[in-house]
């Protein structure tokens, strides 16, 4: 019988978080069939994790455009080494946005900055107004009891 490994061991394997085997795990079940599983949630054959991790690989290398894709041609038997990578441009382009995307966040962060620092500020003044209103509109003290008897 081969091993298998719970599924803490088979993301160590994989060399990626819990949540990423959940989501590769999906992808692999849609094209082989369920994991096996007790009790405690899914068993990972390493027939399984061979798999995955070839998928992973392929999807890494670009030579798929979807993890079910790779599943799907590893499955199938085609040979994805004659596919050309997918999406090299439009992975320059999201890069490319992503970057203009990061400046326009730290320019809209600096404003926010500067909105606060003004927001403070009128805070502080309405405070200094609205003391001196409460100041000005309040009743004049009573003179002291003494003075009216010695004046």
């Given at each position: 019988?081969?091993?298998?490994?719970?599924p803490q061991e088979a993301a160590e394997r994989l060399g990626v978080t819990a949540s990423t085997l959940r989501r590769t795990a999906k992808f692999y079940?849609?094209?082989h069939g369920p994991l096996p599983s007790d009790q405690r949630g899914r068993?990972?054959?390493?027939?399984?994790l061979e798999r995955m991790s070839a998928a992973r690989d392929?999807?890494?290398?670009?030579k798929a455009a979807t993890l079910e894709a790779a599943f799907q041609a590893a499955a199938t038997g085609n040979d994805l080494a004659?596919?050309?990578?997918?999406?090299?441009?439009?992975?320059?382009?999201?890069?490319?946005g992503m970057?203009?995307?990061e400046r326009r966040l730290s320019l809209i962060e600096a404003e926010l900055?500067?909105?606060r620092t003004e927001a403070n500020d009128l805070r502080r003044l309405v405070g200094y107004y609205r003391q001196?209103?409460?100041?000005?509109?309040a009743p004049p003290k009573p003179a002291p009891w003494w003075r009216a008897m010695w004046g």
């Open positions: 019988m081969s091993a298998a490994y719970s079940e849609a094209v068993i990972y054959p390493a027939e399984a392929l999807l890494d290398a670009g004659t596919v050309p990578p997918v999406g090299v441009d439009l992975a320059r382009q999201v890069i490319e970057g203009r995307l900055q500067q909105d001196e209103l409460e100041r000005r509109d």
